[in-house]
């Protein structure tokens, strides 16, 4: 099983202590730029991208989580971190619920952004998988966008859903497509009892792709775990609702 060297960046003071900022699959690591002026106050703050994502290389799959979420471990022990906070989004949290079951040390606090036991069956991804080798990124991006903000969002503010959608077409098609793959069998349930790190868990009221009842059921899995609804927000919570979702991360993970 080979490492993937991911592309990071390291923002804030040196000498803080480091949290670690994992995305969903299919935006790169700008979708945390509104969490970075606060985080970076009193935090030295670790993004990553994912195979096939910015200038992340794109290893030919089939992946697996636990491939990805050993990617995110490298990068770790490549920087001598031993012990981080770490907030992930979407799937992305995923891979931190892994690493939090299976290396557990290497986690002070965890914060999870529309997160999920499982994948819903519903969700398909391996046709949107098949799709992307069939006929291309392209064919599958209003699928995959479209729940990341609400309608109000998308008026309001269209510079804000044209970039992430710009973005979107610039990832590996088979990298996402092995991701997809990765992703559409997903089923963490007999992991959620394994954490024993202070956990959050914030989940978007208006989210179609993962609404709050995969957050909830995420929560009340996690000994302990605090579970919040953020309002006026879609699956991309920490863009659309930046100043609550900052509320809370400062609160949980950078106080």
Not at 12 to 30: C, D, E, I, N, R
Not at 75 to 92: H, K, N, P
Not at 227 to 248: K, Q, S
């Amino acid at each position: 099983m080979a490492l993937i060297p991911l592309q990071y960046r390291l923002d804030g003071p040196k000498h803080a202590p480091v949290v670690l900022l994992v995305p969903p699959f299919g935006t790169k690591m700008s979708v945390w730029e509104p969490q970075m002026p606060e985080l970076t106050r009193n935090r030295r703050v670790l993004r990553v991208n994912h195979r096939g994502h910015g200038f992340s290389p794109a290893p030919e799959g089939p992946y697996s989580v636990e491939d990805l979420a050993l990617d995110i471990l490298g990068v770790l022990e490549e920087r001598g971190f031993s012990r981080v906070s770490a907030v992930g989004a979407g799937f992305g949290g995923s891979l931190l619920l892994w690493i939090a079951a299976n290396s557990p040390r290497t986690l002070e606090r965890l914060a999870l952004l529309a997160g999920t036991p499982r994948t819903p069956a519903m969700h398909r991804w391996d046709r949107i998988a098949a799709r992307v080798r069939g006929t291309g990124l392209d064919s599958v991006t209003a699928d995959v966008v479209l729940p990341w903000f609400t309608p109000d969002l998308t008026d309001d503010r269209p510079e804000v859903a044209a970039r992430f959608t710009e973005d979107f077409g610039g990832i590996d098609a088979g990298a996402f497509a092995s991701i997809c793959d990765a992703v559409s069998g997903l089923d963490q349930r007999n992991l959620v009892a394994e954490v024993r790190v202070p956990t959050m868990v914030v989940s978007a009221a208006h989210d179609p792709l993962l609404p709050p009842g995969h957050g909830r059921r995420l929560a009340d899995g996690i000994s302990g775990a605090r579970f919040e609804v953020v309002y006026g927000a879609a699956h991309l919570l920490g863009v659309e609702r930046a100043d609550r979702v900052n509320e809370l991360l400062v609160e949980h993970v950078a106080a």
